[in-house]
């Protein structure tokens, strides 16, 4: 797959050196609003609506939003799913909300890859474990490169010029998402 990474300019480097084949600063450019259309769209920030993210999908492509992101505190967690439903039914792309369970099996599905070298780790920082708090801390601030959904390769999207569909993996649907999104 040919892959498109969304970051701050601070980013751009690291995501290259991620692995992606193209990057886009989300400071400079709007990447919904270009010409490109994409096959998967992976949405770690939910900082676009679902249909301004649906518009950069191909007839057949998919938008994946994983976890929350709205600090309300009440339905806050539930707004993005609940855009995911409403929209599905008027749109001819899948569109899907995942919240991960993380398990075992996926545990050793990453170390696998690990192992083959299929999966590059950033690490921004490190801490000692005296300074546990701290790291969490910096965790939480949109500063942390890998912090949860405010991570650096904010937005990852599979497809493009050499797009295409990617031959489905036996397994979880979690892998064949990173399948389609890996290549």
Known sequence: ???????????????RALGADHVIDYTREDFTAGTARYDLVLDLVGNHGVF????VLTPEGALVRVG???????????????AIVAAQPFVEQRLESLLAEVTTADLEFLAGLADAGQLTVAIDRRYPL???????????????????DRGALKRVAAGGARGGRQPARPG??????AHAARG
Do not use: H
Not at 1 to 15: F, L, P
Not at 131 to 147: P, V
């Open 1 to 15: 797959a040919e892959v498109t990474g969304v970051c701050s300019t601070r980013n751009v480097d690291m995501v």
């Open 52 to 55: 301004a993210l649906r518009d």
């Open 68 to 82: 929350s992101f709205d600090d309300e505190p009440f339905l806050g967690p539930v707004w993005g799913m609940l």
């Open 130 to 148: 005296a300074d546990a708090a701290a790291a969490i801390t910096y965790l939480e601030t949109a500063r942390a490169r890998q912090g949860g």
């Open 172 to 177: 979880c649907r979690r892998r064949k998402l």
